[in-house]
């Protein structure tokens, strides 16, 4: 079954860190691109990161640029976001998502997303 | 960053109606568009991709189009379903950045 799960979520104190993982299982995930994208409850979407196939290349937020660091390990078909110096506005549920790339329009879009999982930032 | 405008913010639709959501980019992306869809506690799930290729599986009742800066989301004929919340992302350029969202509620 092609599926992302996420997982690694909770409650956190201000300043702390917190390790998610995505595990990806039904395709072939050393092919593709993936990011993570969040949601704070009750708000929009938030692009936070994005990671090459090869993990040669990788982007981040403004929001997130120097205390998150996005990884991958192709072995293991994984995908995680360490944080750091976590704020209460990071409160978010938080998506992995596999970007797939369409020749025919030579764009991208997100075409595989995880249910997600929830961190909470409070003291 | 490229900032996304879409509106309206809330839409109440009957079903049955036509309604439509525009997005509007703050610089030229081309068509790189994207329109997701969002039921309460789920993920989003991709409809529309680039500006108005429909993804496999999605109903011929949404269409998207537009190019440059203004795109828009139609759905033709509103079904309970549909009854969501809606967002438009660029991925034409990181930091992506989705609109703010649109939720269409019953009449």
């Known amino acids: 079954q092609v599926q992302l799960v996420e997982s690694g979520g909770g409650l956190v104190k201000p300043g702390g860190s917190l390790r998610l993982s995505c595990a990806a299982s039904g395709f072939t995930f050393s092919d593709f691109y993936m990011n993570w994208i969040r949601q704070a409850p009750g708000k929009g979407l938030e692009w936070v990161s994005y990671i090459s196939s090869s993990g040669g290349s990788i982007y981040y937020g403004d929001s997130v640029k120097g205390r998150f660091t996005i990884s991958r390990d192709n072995a293991k078909n994984s995908l995680y976001l360490q944080m750091s110096s976590l704020r209460a506005e990071d409160t978010a549920m938080y998506f992995c998502?596999?970007?797939?790339?369409?020749?025919?329009?030579?764009?991208?879009?997100?075409?595989?997303w995880g249910q997600g999982t929830l961190v909470t930032v409070s003291s | 960053a490229i900032q996304m405008t879409q509106s309206p913010s809330s839409l109440s639709a009957s079903v049955g109606d036509r309604v439509t959501i525009t997005c509007r980019a703050s610089q030229g992306i081309r068509n790189d568009l994207g329109w997701y869809q969002q039921e309460p506690g789920k993920a989003p799930k991709l409809l529309i991709y680039?500006?108005?290729s429909l993804q496999s599986g999605v109903p011929l009742r949404f269409s998207g189009s537009g190019s440059g800066t203004d795109f828009t989301l139609t759905i033709s004929s509103l079904q309970p379903e549909d009854f969501a919340t809606y967002y438009c992302l660029q991925d034409y350029t990181y930091p992506y950045t989705f609109g703010q969202g649109t939720k269409l509620e019953i009449k």
């Open positions: 680039a500006a108005s």
């Open positions: 998502a596999r970007r797939r790339y369409d020749s025919g329009s030579d764009t991208y879009y997100f075409d595989l």
